[in-house]
């Protein structure tokens, strides 16, 4: 395979493993091939200093053997690109949230393109004729057209990290047809789950007339894609590495001294209003009501890293959070305990196998998720001899995989409840057999295994 070219709206040093999600995944090839990574550099310059807006200035250095390619983006570009086009109505519909979707703006929509243009333009001198390219999620559907319009013809390949909605849902977006035409530019499509597949399937025949060509192939607007799932996993053996460092351990003893007397549950998210938060405070406060016996006992430990706090419906979501937590302290919270402890701020990575293994429970219950990762990082972190419990949402990708975790409708806050006083009193036997089971599945389909995969895929693929 030549060089791989990973683009991604953001860029980490592949060196920093410590950063998680792609910059592992992706690391072993990058470094193989001398590979070239392309994205934002996350910083926002002022139009009014210089350049024009959206002509962003390039930055390259060397990461060992990795090149680091961003660019700057304006405010106005931020602003629209990002939190109005990308976070203000793809991710609220792919996540099935019409009703929070800003579809007004025109303005967005135009500085989506602008910017997947100006990405285009940068990258194009970059690239080399037998480069493999790597397109990541739903900031930059329309670059391989863009790439395919200035006369890239490299395998490109794309990978949507979020889930794909079903076609009427998809249909909402004015501008659908544009969207799913331009992913037929790309010459591999993975998407986290079947389910996102077939709705890629469903809305192509119905949409655009697509005929499916055997496995995993359909023909559109005069080309030929290939879709699949390529369900995302963790470094198995780095989080379990992680664990055994100082910093975990030192998290671990800390918590179990503070809570000793308590039976924990861990949930760990961005505040994200896919996450089902609300819905999950909710469902432990009917466990506080149904079940009597965990008062006084049952602790919750919610950590919600802020996220796109300038978007209208991450500050409502923020405020729901604080009234629903401080009602449910207000009416349980003892002298010497507080059901609910709430975290609004991130956790460093070191920290996080500790707390997952200091924890009997983990309420992983998204409203929708592409995948869920934390889901498959507290299977790693827990101790095979006294293992603790998953209870995961149906609606996280990540449920198609992990069918020995307790699997619950989060919509559904009293059998949510009863899920988790099934978790907190099942036995160890149990515990033992469900966890066996998902740490072989978390190990099977690794994140080694799925850039793998994936790539294994777009170089077999027949572009066209
Ligand atoms: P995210 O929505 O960001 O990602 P997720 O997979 O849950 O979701 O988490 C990604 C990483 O962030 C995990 O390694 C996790 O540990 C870390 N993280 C989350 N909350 C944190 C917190 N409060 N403090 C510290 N670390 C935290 C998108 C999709 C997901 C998909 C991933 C990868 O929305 O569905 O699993 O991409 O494809």
Known sequence: MGRLVAVSNRVADPRNHAAGGLAVALSDTLNKTGGLWFGWSGKVVDASRGGTPGEGELHQIQ??????????????????????????????????????????????????????????????????????????DYHLIPLAAELRAIGCGQRIGFFLHIPLPPRLILATIPQHEWLMRALFAYDLLGFQSHDDV???????????????????????????????????????????????ADEARETYEMMRGQYARRRLLLGIDRLDYSKGLPQRLKAFQTLLAEYPENRSSATLIQIAAPSRESVDAYADLRRDMEGITGAINGEYGELDWMPVRYIHRSTARRRL?????????????????????????????????????????????????????????????????????????????????????????????????WSGEYLRALMETEGG
């Open 63 to 136: 990461a060992g053997n990795v090149t680091l390619a961003t660019v700057d983006l304006s405010r106005e570009d931020f602003e629209s690109y990002y939190l109005g086009y990308s976070n203000g109505v793809l991710w609220p519909v792919f996540h099935y949230r019409v009703d929070l979707a800003d579809f007004d703006s025109g303005g967005n929509l135009n500085a989506y393109r602008r910017v997947n243009q100006l990405f285009a333009r940068k990258l194009a001198p970059l690239l080399k004729p037998d480069d493999v390219i790597w397109i990541h």
């Open 353 to 449: 196998p500790g707390l997952c293994r200091a924890c009997n429970v983990a309420l992983v219950t998204p409203l929708r998720d592409g995948m869920n990762l934390v889901a498959k990082e507290y299977i790693a972190a827990q101790d095979p001899e006294d293992p603790g419990v998953l209870v995961l949402s149906r609606f996280a990708g990540a449920a198609e995989q992990l069918k020995e975790a307790l699997l619950v409708n989060p919509y559904d806050t009293r059998a949510t409840a009863q899920a988790i006083q099934q978790a907190l009193h099942m036995s160890l036997s149990e515990r033992q057999a469900r966890h066996q089971k998902l740490l072989e599945r978390i190990r099977q389909q690794d994140v080694h295994w």
């Open 198 to 244: 077939e709705h890629f399937s469903r809305y192509v025949q119905g949409e655009a007339g697509a005929e499916p060509m055997g496995e995993y192939r359909f023909r559109a607007f005069h080309r030929t894609v290939r879709a699949q799932a390529f369900p995302i996993g963790i470094d198995v053996d780095e989080f379990i590495e992680l664990g055994r």
